[in-house]
């Protein structure tokens, strides 16, 4: 579906449902140069059980208008206004790696509008490899590639995907090459290395958090995982073995089905 | 110690490498360093919930042989990783997987821009049966670029056609028609069964999707059927309103939209859900084993073929029987230069020749060679000839077989990796049984 935020175009998947205002709303947060795309192993299940589920493209991404925001800040207000653009009051968070740097600081910007907060591969601050991050602002291909090569995990490089015929490393190299790479993922990188307020947003959080974390995740490692849910009050958190930074695709079953529990659980769907 | 930094360097796995591993995690199927072949119809359901969401896509997974199987997706998943797609689907055969190709893009009324040399059998695909589900073609020659720009019309949906023409080996421009492809908004569709992802990976040459049949060099052997497409995931489904079915809601699955849903891989899982439901060409377990156990050595092979061919190339350019030798990599070919930019690890193991005599003298030649196998495949291990206008292409008018570039005296080679003496050898014993007939009638 396409809203306006700002007087911009917004894309959303809707997970293969229309969106229906009183149904509970969560927002699938991508993470940098990447797509609403990297969530579609996760977004069809809760919009076939009880949800709006809305997997978004940030601003100058896939298929949405407008710039790409220059700071984590910015991103986290517009997602507060792409909550309020759908009339909704409140609604679940889920981002994945930059997109948990802009949920925890919309979740501590706006805590009466946030029911649950689902971080993945998320840290409280992804300070960038300056040789990566030049790479990127300078449009270089070779930023994609090193991404992906990190991104993904010892097992998660030799494929294995869980929808058969998919070979994810190349998925996900087509998706941060889909715009230009100085515009979505150059941006996007500065964004994160500048945000510092991570670990402060974090201690003011106090709805139902949970945070997913892989063992062979290198650009968020685990122990910088722990580090951020151990600030917010009660959040749970779940590590999976063999598996890197792109967890959401890795070990897209595992994903879901702790996502599903912590979810329904916490923020129940219409149907229930 | 050195003060230079290192530099970043991404360690995705090499060429090599993915065609060993790619696909398959032994952890996850009980430590076996062989992929297993799932023989089984079908797979358990975790409960109702969990059977519902593999039917509604909402999560990955088996339901099916027919629409899929691990052992399948192992292999899809290696080519795809060899030729740098997105995905891949596997059938039954390289003519199942153009068969499902053109229906999952195409609908009645649509029409297609086709190079007009290519494998008998798909000629008559396009020439002759897709036209009964109302899908019209266009055929233009490999070698006129412009023509491919002139022949598309407001209702054309792709252009299709072999890098290497089967079985005259003229090129067409891959790269020029990928551009007048992008610019009228539509797919370029290549078979690269030829070349294998070894010599060529068409997508970096601005295909959109690619077709094998497994059956050839991939498998290598001689033993197994199979087919597949690739997806390169580059191309914008949503840029127009040319494939309505890739980007409109889909009443067969809830209204979803293949494009939005799914993007670089929206034409893999569109061409599985709908045509592996509808049309099931499926390949089997055992098949994509064969194929897997093929692919572990394709380096290896293309190789060796390819250092073959090229000596046969040099034998038979300079044989006394020998009227013409159509090879890229003969210095004389009108596609030379095209070949060394897009072949550049070898031009292949298929030899179009031309036998001093013509059809009498082919005939004798197939029938006196005792090494080469005469029969109706290209990419065995094993050398093999046949002589197209009596035999692969022997459906077509006399018409059709010049437009197809195609001559009486023309006999199709595709080079094993036997010892080269030992091939031109054979060759000889075929040559001398070949001027027989004429040496006789002139006395």
């Known amino acids: 579906m396409k809203f306006k935020v700002n007087g911009d175009d917004v894309f959303a998947s809707t997970g293969g449902r229309p969106f229906d205002k009183k149904k509970p709303l969560i927002i699938f947060v991508h993470g940098s140069g990447l797509t609403h795309m990297t969530w579609v192993l996760q977004t069809r299940y809760f919009a076939f059980h009880g949800y709006n589920s809305l997997a978004i493209d940030l601003p100058g991404h896939g298929l949405s208008g407008g710039k790409s925001l220059k700071s984590i800040e910015e991103m986290a207000d517009w997602v507060s206004a792409v909550i309020d653009a759908l009339g909704h009051k409140r609604a679940s968070l889920v981002g994945h790696s930059q997109g948990c740097l802009v949920t925890v600081e919309c979740t501590s910007r706006y805590p009466d509008k946030i029911k649950t907060l689902s971080l993945m591969g998320g840290a409280g601050a992804i300070p960038m490899n300056p040789e990566l991050l030049s790479l990127a602002e300078n449009n270089d291909p070779k930023a994609v590639d090193l991404m992906m090569d990190w991104a993904h995990g010892p097992a998660g490089h030799f494929g294995g995907h869980p929808v058969p015929g998919l070979y994810h490393i190349n998925t996900g190299t087509m998706l941060a090459k889909s715009r230009t790479i100085q515009n979505t993922l150059g941006v996007d990188f500065r964004a994160c290395d500048n945000y510092k307020n991570g670990f402060e947003a974090a201690k003011k959080i106090k709805c139902p958090t949970l945070s997913i974390l892989a063992t062979d995740d290198k650009m968020c490692p685990v122990k910088e995982g722990k580090k951020l849910a151990s600030l917010i009050d009660g959040s749970q958190v779940d590590i999976i073995d063999n598996c890197g930074h792109m967890m959401l695709l890795e070990e897209a079953d595992r994903v879901l089905t702790v996502l599903k529990k912590f979810i329904t659980t916490n923020y129940p769907p219409l149907s229930s | ?443």
């Open chain 2, 1 to 443: 110690m050195s003060d230079k930094k290192k530099e970043l360097k991404p360690n995705t796995y090499k060429f090599d490498t993915l065609s060993l591993h790619a696909g398959y995690q032994p952890h996850k199927n009980a430590g076996a360093r062989q992929v297993p072949i799932y023989q089984t119809t079908s797979y358990l359901f975790d409960d109702v919930d969990h059977a519902a969401a593999l039917f509604n896509l909402e999560r990955g997974g088996h339901i099916y042989s027919r629409i899929s199987n691990p052992t399948v997706g192992v292999l899809e998943e290696r080519v795809a990783s060899l030729e740098g797609g997105t995905a891949a689907l596997a059938t039954s055969s390289g003519m199942s997987a153009i068969f499902l190709t053109i229906m999952t893009l195409c609908e009645a009324g649509d029409h297609l821009v086709v190079s007009s040399q290519l494998y008998g059998g798909t000629v008559n695909l396009f020439r002759l049966t897709l036209p009964k589900f109302g899908i019209t073609c266009t055929f233009v020659k490999p070698r006129d670029t412009e023509g491919f720009k002139k022949a598309i019309k407001k209702n054309t949906k792709g252009i299709y056609g072999e890098l290497v023409g089967n079985p005259g080996n003229e090129l067409m421009n891959m790269p020029e028609i990928a551009n007048i492809a992008h610019e009228a908004g539509i797919p370029l569709i290549v078979d690269s069964t030829y070349q294998t992802p070894y010599l060529c990976k068409p997508f970096e040459h601005g295909a959109d999707i690619v077709i094998h049949s497994l059956t050839k060099w991939m498998a290598g052997h001689g033993s197994s059927m199979a087919g597949i497409l690739v997806e390169g995931g580059n191309f914008d489904w949503m840029q127009n309103d040319k494939f309505p079915t890739m980007t409109k809601p889909y009443e067969g699955y809830h209204g979803l939209s293949f494009a939005e849903e799914f993007g670089p891989t929206a034409f893999t899982m569109k061409a599985r859900a709908e045509g592996m439901r509808d049309f099931g060409p499926c390949l089997s377990p055992q098949n994509a084993w064969n194929v897997l156990q093929g692919l572990e050595t394709l380096s290896v092979r293309m190789k060796k073929h390819c250092e073959n061919a090229e000596e046969m190339v040099k034998y038979l350019s300079k044989h006394e029987s020998v009227a013409w030798v159509s090879h890229p990599s003969a210095p004389n070919h009108p596609d030379s230069a095209l070949a060394d930019k897009l072949l550049p690890n070898g031009k292949g193991s298929m030899i179009a020749f031309g036998i001093k005599g013509g059809k009498d003298a082919g005939v004798a030649f197939i029938n006196n060679v005792k090494l080469a196998s005469h029969l109706a495949n290209v990419g065995d291990t094993r050398t093999l000839v046949i002589h197209p206008a009596s035999g692969t292409h022997s459906q077509m008018d006399e018409a059709t077989l010049k437009f197809a570039g195609l001559s009486h005296d023309m006999i199709r080679l595709s080079v094993g990796m036997e010892d080269i003496d030992d091939i031109k050898n054979d060759f000889e014993i075929g040559f001398r049984a070949a001027r027989k007939p004429r040496l006789v009638s002139n006395q």
